[in-house]
């Protein structure tokens, strides 16, 4: 058990349905930058989700252990399990148009959980989000947290969303394609942002992307996940060098920043999906799902 | 200036609404068979004694003159006379508001209660056997009008488990001298809480009657908003800050799902206050409605105009609240 967040063998499927997720491992290490790769649909959110208790109720977890900070929290009773998370872990959301309430001020929306949960004093946890505000490069913050969300641009929620991720100062965050949402130009400056925010608070960071390219400039290792099923847990550089999987070497082929810009990029082949198609089926029968 | 001129511009629909409904009013209750005048005079009256009246009241005049006449006084206050019971309309018809107004409100009142905790059951337990009830129960609800819930209300309560009042709408015995005719507010205000029980009693099964098909409205509104909220981003997001499911649902969903409600509601109120014309005549209550009845049997057109009028303001007002509501309860709209 290496992990802040160890995630042993889950297991989740559609309610009377078929596997989303397939018996997924992976260590999120304290303080590290763990990414997790894979193509759209392959099942990233809802590790994410899984992990923080808020998966669709049209899934299910059926097996294995999400050891969070040494307590595994499917053991835990569901209000337990909600403490617990609300304590060591923080998310930030994909959407910040949708992410915030569209009817309350911006302020409460970062304090109130730091009154009303953690029994922080009002004006101490109003103090906090100044402070944070201040920390992500918010202008005025003062003013800001007087605002409701629709008066503010998409880039600065996602700020606020970063700001109020940290604000009960999180041994783990989430950030679920944080940037996928967002115009070019600031899609840089946020990943910028949650990168030195997790420098500077030595938070562990598990970062959901489809973006390989992006996962070279952030993580300290990464999982690659195809269907439901890691195909391959690694550190960066090994990763980079010499990835072991078929479905790794051809998903870095096909990424930009590593492929001579004059050959071209070069799709996925159809051998090697067929490839790890057949894996991911085997695993099945295996697990006898 | 864009507020005062949204007020301005709301005063003159207002304004045109009111004179067309006095319009088509005054032309209808005069186009339809049966003489005010005839109905008052004992039997056996000359025709001389009938057209004296009949020129006492201005009914020997052209509808356009009559309509005139009437208007002219309408713009000081005086909506003419009662036919029937022989006082100034306006005082009447004012007389009979604060009942009616009351017994609407409670049966608002108990709409959003029930429908508001139908809804929330519903969210809570929903996908379980709980939804389903509200669902089925809500549907139930709406098949049948507000007047047969009152005649169920009364088989109930009133003759196999008699708990409430059947009629009226206070027991003569009670000891009070109201100075107005708001008995409930008055009651609360004083601290005469027998009396409230009394009143209570009283609007009880009327109330409830009108309430049920408008509580069935919310349930089945405001559940379904509640549900299409409840997937949305934030509210997954205050779920991962260790909030309960009722946190959830009552601080985070319920504020953004009643605005879509609101509009609805609104409109579906106006129809509640139609709906005390007959529900007011089945449990005797003193209102508005019961009197309306009673002038359209007398062909009191002075009367019959005076309360539709006031009717139709009444409607006005309602949308006019509600319309405020939503630009209050609503960020997006308080700045413009
Ligand atoms: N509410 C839901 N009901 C049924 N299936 C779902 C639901 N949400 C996601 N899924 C399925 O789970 C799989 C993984 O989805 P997701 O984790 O969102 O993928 P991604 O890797 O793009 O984040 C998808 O195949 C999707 O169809
Ligand atoms: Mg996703």
Redesign the pocket.
Known sequence: MSGFLSIRNLTVH?RGGGP?LRAVTMDVAPGQVHGLV?E???????IGKAVLGTL?R??EITGGEIWLDGVDLLALAPAARRKQIGATAALIPQDPLTALNPGKRIGPQITRRLVDILGWRKSDAEARARDLLDEVHIPDPVRVMRSYPHELSGGMRQRILIASAFAAEPRLIIADEPTTALDVTVQKQILRLISDMQTRHGTALLFVTHDLGVVSKVCDTLSVLYAGKVVENARMRRFFMRPIHPYSAALLAATPIYTDPDRGLTPVPQTVIDAVEREVEHHDVRAGA | MALLRNILIRLITTLVTLFGVAVIVFVVIRVVPGNPIAMMLPPGATDADIARLQAQYGFDKSIFEQFVIWLGGVVQGDFGQSISLRQPVAQLVLGRLPATLELSLMALLMAVLIGGTMALLGTLFRNTRTEGAVDVTAGMALSIPDFLWGLVLILLFGVLWPVFHISGRISPSLNIDFTTNFYLFEALVRLRFDVVADLIGHMFMPALALAIPLAAIIAQLLKQSLKETMHLDYVTLARTKGYGENHVILREALPNAVLPTLTLVGVQFTFLIGGTVIIERLFSYEGLGNMAIDAVINRDLPLIQGIVILFALLFTLVNLVVDMLYVVLNPRLRHA
Request: no cysteine.
């Open positions: 559609l989303i894979g759209s649909g392959a099942g990233k959110s809802m669709p049209a899934l």
